[in-house]
């Protein structure tokens, strides 16, 4: 079992910034890459941006150059930073990881860019 609690979202003006982090805890050893998902009202929920073990990291072309994804192994903690925030970058972000061949999800944290 792996736990995932997100933190750090708010509402912020369209050009800020926030930092979003997402604490794991439980099997963390197992947990292989770790992604950045959000929910927009009305809309499916999209892949953000992912970090693997290896320190890869992916990104959703519209967030590309914006969106930093990073990682701290030693505070099993993964990170969003977004800059340059946009009123459609507005959404619940969800963390989630693959561990032992099952899928994780956090609670979400809300982000709300006002133009």
């Known amino acids: 079992q792996v736990q995932l609690v997100e933190s750090g979202g708010g509402l912020v003006q369209a050009g800020g910034s926030l930092r979003l982090s997402c604490a794991a805890s439980g099997r963390i050893f197992s947990i292989n890459t770790m992604n950045w998902y959000r929910q927009a009202p009305g809309k499916q929920r999209e892949w953000v941006a992912g970090n693997s073990n290896d320190g890869m990291t992916t990104y959703r072309t519209s967030v590309k150059g914006r969106f930093t994804i990073s990682r701290d192994n030693a505070k099993n903690t993964v990170y969003l930073q977004m800059n340059s925030l946009k009123p459609e970058d507005t959404a619940v972000y969800y963390c989630?990881?693959?561990?032992?061949?099952?899928?994780?999800w956090g609670q979400g944290t809300q982000v709300t860019v006002s133009s």
């Open positions: 989630q990881c693959n561990s032992g061949g099952l899928v994780y």
